[in-house]
């Protein structure tokens, strides 16, 4: 029976004069767990049955009239939009950015006046070729959108997670999207590179050879959003109060340094938790534990333009910092998850021509192509040219304009004037221009023949993927190898792994030659055949995740497996360890309600051993008794919990009782400097302190044969 039995009290006698906010007002009655709302059509008209649709009988059809019934079929019907054409995938979250210093010599940006300045935002990150379904962990480029809500409008920066970019020139952005994303004939593989289409096309696109190396880098598979870098890849401009224009690199820095997970990891966390990074994230700023990023800017001017070895308009090129330093200019605090997922982080509609007084553009041709194709996109993917109001893309400033009507246009201008000029006079007459402070766009001098044509300074293609190689530690390096080998593994046709190789000749010949063997090739391949010679660049250490890792080991999480009759002391003692640095602790137990300890401490569990396999941990420590121990010796997913964490280079905590456990999942022979055994609780804070180096790198090697 419906609760169409509960009384329900008007809270007001009439609603005519309160503004509507759905979900908000409105007559309560009394339920078991307090008042509640009283369910209401679209139409605002009391709901007295939502169990049962109208019937003519007690068995007839159902009536066409019941208009109830209608509209909740209706809306439901038409509850998704088209997911993005790219960055599908993607988790939002609200914060601010803080201003250290104010920045009038460079801007007259709003935002970068005053020191202190807090200017809220909302992220988006994302990967970009899978589907909205797909698994967090894919090998691929993340997306790292932001949306500044400043006091002279909204600010869009749309960037990645990688300083570089794939093509130079937007015109082949569909081409590469449709390469990289499932084959058209078959429908897969989803949110993968490795497959024929992608390769063919890159092999076939020598300009993608820098994007390549980074694709194949640890960077695609960064351990959470928290832990990566961001860039706005293009060259913008600065433009200060004088109309002196800067050219700018933006880039993001973590506070908690970067990280990424191992690609063996990467695949099984896909299947243990598709929902890895988006977790991680919610749980983080659930918890408090608000991410953070620091803005940094790469400065420079004509001159630098001029004299750097590569074109600053060339989206597949880099400044390394060691030759222009990164400014660090004010930091970005996620704090507050969003109300409503669809509301918030599908609806935001980010497009990099959203730029305000104190910024501007330059020629590079991929943002030229993105400033029409991001506005484009939001029209189809929203329906209609009045999504500026959504509440996620509306600017926390007044609007006003004469642009009116067109679908779902919630406020239209008031008054006779919607056009310009007018003679209405005064307020009557509408908004006017400003032209000490609107936006005016930077008068660079253009000139020239319309061509269709690259530039002779995109040429070199090969000089910045090497560096970037040779700045990466040899593990790293190897990563690299691997990652080619295992994605041109999956392409069916030798032609297509072969042509790759070719390319990685001109990168770097032991590289070349490494993944020519893990694939077997017959024979070598002559390089490519290249517009410009590689040249060799000095290696870049900010290039490296490795060599700027953390110093700590905070916001990292260990998995404690643990047993009935568990050390009690042990157990205290890791988890006082852990949380001192900052870190989380999880307690993975044979049954998610908890072990009793050695004293009858009741410990409760955060996990049952199925269902948290070491991949989604930082770090591992194995604390049973010796019963615990005979009973998991003889769980597979127990000894996959140990073996995993061995094979992926991740410290290692255990009591001697769990030794028949190690054994059991055959590392008790080959432990080495990753293992700390537990015996007190300066044990336990050694272990914490090993973890900051993240992974005991020197046993991977000793894992990987193949
Ligand atoms: Fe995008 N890109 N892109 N892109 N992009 C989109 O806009 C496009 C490029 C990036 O979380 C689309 O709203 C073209 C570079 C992010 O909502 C679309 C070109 C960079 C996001 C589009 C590029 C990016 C997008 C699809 C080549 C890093 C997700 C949905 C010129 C600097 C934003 C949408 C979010 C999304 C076009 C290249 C970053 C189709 C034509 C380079 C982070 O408009």
Known sequence: MPDNRLTSSRETARFADQEVIRGEGGETHQVAGGDVPVLTTQQGVPVADDQNSLKVGYRGPTALEDFHFREKIFHFDHERIPERVVHARGFGAHGYFETYEPLSDLTRADLFQRAGEKTPVFVRFSTVAGNKGSADLARDVRGFAVKFYTQEGNWDLVGNNIPVFFIQDA???????????????????????????????????????????????????????RFMEGFGVHTFRLVNAEGKSTFVKFHWKPKLGMQSVVWNEALKINGADPDFHRRDLWNAIQAGDFPEWELGLQVFDQDFAEKFDFDVLDATKIIPE???????????????????FFAETEQVAFCTQNIVPGIDFTNDPLLQGRNFSYLDTQLKRLGGPNFTYLPINAPKRPVHHFQQDGHMAM???????????????????????????????????????????????????????????????????????????????KVKTPAIRARMVSHLMNVDKGLADKVATGLRLEEMPKPADAARPTRDLPPSPALSILLNGPESFKGRKVGVLVSDGVDIGLVKALKEAITAEGAMLEFVAPRVGGVKASDGTFIEGDEKINGAPSVVYDAVAVLLSDDGAKLLSKEATARDFVTDAFAHAKFIAYNKESMPLLEKACVAADMDGGFTELKGPSDAKNFVQSCRKLRFWEREPKVKQV
């Open 322 to 340: 060691e030759i222009l330093p990164v400014r660090r200019i004010g930091r970005l605090v996620l704090d507050r998850c969003v109300d409503n």
């Open 171 to 225: 015109i082949k952005f569909p081409d590469l999207i449709h390469a990289a994303k499932q084959e058209p004939d078959r429908g897969f593989p989803q949110a993968q590179t490795a497959h024929d289409n992608f390769w063919d096309f890159i092999s076939l696109s020598p300009e993608a050879a820098h994007m390549a190396l980074w694709i194949m880098s640890d960077r695609t598979i960064p351990r959470s959003f």
């Open 411 to 489: 406020v239209n201008p008031k008054g006779r004037a919607n056009y310009e000029p007018n003679s209405w006079g005064g307020a009557a007459g509408g908004p006017r221009e400003a032209p000490d402070i609107g936006f005016r766009s930077f008068p660079a001098e253009e000139q020239g023949a319309k061509l269709r044509i690259r530039a002779e300074s995109f040429a070199d293609h090969y000089s910045q993927a090497r560096q970037f190689y040779l700045s990466q530690t040899p593990v790293e390096q190897t990563h690299i190898a691997d990652a080619f080998t295992f994605e041109l593994s």
